[in-house]
């Protein structure tokens, strides 16, 4: 049992998932308002009680008084001291008012490092509260303060806190070179509580880049960082972050491994900013296990904590999260209004990554309901925001910022270990001196050739370290480079490919606005056919540009089910049926029974609509496509054969070992992007099947596909 005091109480359950049971919820909240003059609204009972707390009126009353009698630096440490007590009391109106107390008096106050300071607690309350804007203008101006001064451990503190508002704000690039930048002061100082809770921020900023296996490595070298100095709350924050982390991969027992600790944790120690957090976590549990009513009673108890505490972002995440999973209920009405609540509060907070995906459950929302124009309304918006996020421009950037880290660091680090070395070696030399002066003893002597002799191992050790850290950031930088050609490859495709289409949809469409009075149905019905060819050749040049460009970024993961061949071979036809009638193809089916096979039905479904949109493209007009399925045991045998215009045995080479990008028209000038076969190979081996090709030029071409019927046992 883990009691919640004061909200309610849940049983945790690691095999049946989570149970709720009500109790009295806390129901009223302030809504919190900002202004220049840092007028802050939001209340809750802890605030109110360290409003009413005598010691820290006392307190408040001193430092006037010190303020009085000209001790102005004196009045600032108390005030500094009192204002981070009440930001872990969640006091934040009380703590701004006594960072607007210090900024008062600035100017008489010596130490500018509690000017600083003041500035940073202002960030840090504002981020609290998601006002992210107003956070980054105070943090940005402690950071100018603290320039001034030496104050490595506030400057470290204060790349922190941007890094974490940053994040918050969906600008993953700034986030990340504020987290360097704290990461680097840190280890400079040898602080490594701060070290272990930075490299769990830097694991959150792989895992939104979904590159999971560079966030796990983060969150556990901070793990093991806080495991060896005994370090609780860094503990606790990396199983947290591994709970999320493997929310996303979708490892859910995973995640369920740490969901007793860091939540009696928390609980223990009122956390109730991380508590608010964690709901979002157990509500995204329950909705993996189909537990929809739990999920929404847990994204409500986040709601709600988050609206107590005054975090408007945790409360937009919260809303998103019970949008969904209403939407996921049928519960449309709740759902909007969840759904449109969180936009609000994430368009005004400029909460830029829960607006993407607001935006998306819109969509999902309003298609449910058959508004399409709605829905491709918000659709359109997700995917501006979405590219806005994450485009290529900032991947590259945090890969390259990364490289130069690594790089920075490891010779930092070797001319670190030779400082030590040489003056050890010097050491040595005096103290083998004073040996042999005054006892001109062999076992002395023999203990220090000895030392001498591990420190050069020691040495030799960094080297073949140094080595191997060179080694591992070449391949990075050439993985980066392979990523920036691709990225211009695809550039290159759209600007040119992606044109033409577009251009005939619209030249054909204003022909139809124009001249549709007056037409006779036969040239609306030609017209309609060519805009319908147009859309068509659109799709498959999208659908083929975002495959490939997903599998040159591994992002594509393949997720084989059962499927029978001929039902998905015979949609694919129904799709290219105009195609066929405007060439006047025939056409020849069979499928050989059973014909159940084991791939990913849609990159199943993308090889076949390739090949035999290929072959249309290269068939004479009057020409014949067969398609023949055929059960070899083990595996299932699709064959698409054309009588076209073939192909010579470079072509076909080119196609199964090289780049695959040969783009040529089609018997009716058809144009394509070349990507196709390209895609459909690749896809085609990661379903663990074979592609075989047979043609001779003017004899038309067979694509035999082979995939597997059962599961591989090593894939």
């Known amino acids: 049992m883990i009691k919640f005091e004061g909200y309610f109480q849940v049983n945790v359950d690691h095999l049946a998932g989570f149970y709720l049971n009500y109790s009295n919820f806390i129901k009223s909240f302030f809504f919190l308002w900002l202004s220049l003059g840092f007028q802050v609204t939001a209340q809750n009972s802890q605030v109110k009680s360290s409003l009413n707390n005598p010691d820290v009126g006392k307190r408040i009353a001193e430092s006037e008084n010190l303020i009085n009698s000209g001790e102005f630096d004196q009045a600032a440490v108390i005030l500094d001291t009192l204002r981070e007590y009440l930001i872990k009391g969640f006091a934040f109106t009380q703590a701004i008012d006594l960072s607007r107390k210090t900024l008062s ?71 990340y070179r504020s987290y360097l930048q704290a990461l680097a002061i840190r280890e400079s100082l040898g602080d490594v509580n701060e070290i272990s809770l930075v490299n769990n921020n830097i694991g959150l900023i792989f895992q939104r880049m979904k590159y999971y296996d560079l966030a796990e490595q983060h969150i556990k070298k901070g793990l093991k960082l806080a495991d060896s100095v005994g370090f609780e709350n860094g503990r606790i924050y990396s199983m947290r972050r591994l709970i999320s982390l493997n929310i996303a991969r979708k490892n859910y027992a995973e995640a369920m491994k740490y969901v007793d600790t860091v939540v009696n944790y928390y609980v223990k120690v009122k956390n109730k900013g991380s508590l608010a957090q964690l709901y979002n976590d157990l509500g995204l549990l329950n909705e993996s296990n189909g537990k929809l009513v739990e999920a929404s009673n847990w994204f409500i108890k986040s709601r709600d904590l988050a609206r107590e505490l005054g975090d408007r972002f945790i409360e937009a995440f919260a809303l998103l999260n019970l949008g969904r999973s209403e939407r996921m209920k049928g519960d449309q009405e709740i759902a909007e209004e969840s759904l449109n609540r969180g936009m609000d509060l994430a368009r005004s907070g400029g909460y830029h990554v829960i607006l993407r995906d607001v935006y998306l459950e819109l969509s999902k929302l309003f298609m449910a309901r058959g508004d399409e124009k709605q829905a491709n309304t918000y659709l359109n918006l997700h995917v501006a925001q979405k590219d806005s996020i994450l485009s290529e421009a900032v991947l590259t950037s945090i890969g390259e910022m990364r490289i130069r880290y690594e790089i920075e660091r490891s010779k930092e680090r070797q001319e670190h270990l030779e400082m030590i070395i040489e003056e050890r070696n010097r050491t040595t030399l005096v103290l083998l001196a004073l040996v042999i002066f005054f006892l001109g003893g062999g076992t002395s002597i023999g203990l220090l050739f000895l030392k001498q002799k591990k420190l ?104 084989p089910v059962f499927i029978g061949a001929e039902e998905l071979v015979q949609t694919v036809i129904k799709g290219a049926m105009l195609n066929l009638e405007l060439k006047g193809i025939r056409l020849k089916a069979e499928f050989e029974k059973p014909d159940t096979l084991f791939a990913d039905r849609e990159m199943f479904s993308t090889v076949m609509r390739n090949i035999f949109t290929n072959a249309i493209k290269f068939s004479h007009s009057g020409g014949e496509i067969s398609v023949k399925g055929e059960n070899l045991g083990a595996k299932y045998r699709v064959t698409i054969a054309d009588k076209g215009v073939g192909m010579s045995q470079d072509t076909i080479s080119n196609i199964l070992y090289g780049s695959g990008t040969i783009s040529t028209y089609g018997t009716a000038n058809e144009k394509g992007t070349g990507l196709g076969l390209s895609v459909s190979r690749d896809f085609i081996k990661q379903n663990g099947g074979t592609l075989v090709i047979e043609s001779e030029p003017g004899e038309g071409s067979a694509f035999i596909v082979e995939i597997p019927t059962l599961p591989l046992l090593n894939p």
Request: hydrophobic share 40%; proline share 1%; aromatic share 6%.
């Open 456 to 559: 050069g191992r020691l040495l030799q050790e960094s080297n073949d370290e140094l080595g191997r850290t060179n080694t591992e950031l070449q391949k990075s930088n050439e993985a980066l480079t392979v990523a920036n050609e691709t990225k211009t490859k695809l550039f290159s495709i759209i600007g040119h490919d992606l044109k033409s289409p577009f251009v005939s949809i619209l030249g054909f469409s204003e022909l139809l606005r124009e001249e549709a009075e007056v037409l006779r149905n036969g040239s609306i019905s030609d017209l309609t056919e060519k805009i319908l060819t147009a859309s068509g050749k659109l799709v498959d040049l999208v659908t083929n540009l975002t495959s490939w460009a997903m599998q040159q970024r591994e992002m594509l993961r393949v997720e």
């Open 105 to 175: 008096i600035s100017g008489r106050i010596k130490d500018k490092k509690l000017v600083a300071a003041a500035y940073n607690g202002l960030g840090n309350c504002f981020w609290r509260l998601g006002s992210l804007d107003s956070a980054l203008v105070f943090l940005k101006q402690g950071l100018e303060y603290r320039k001034g001064v030496d104050d490595q451990r506030g400057l470290a503190i204060n790349y922190n806190l941007m890094g974490l508002v940053y994040w918050r704000k969906g600008d993953t690039e700034n986030s």
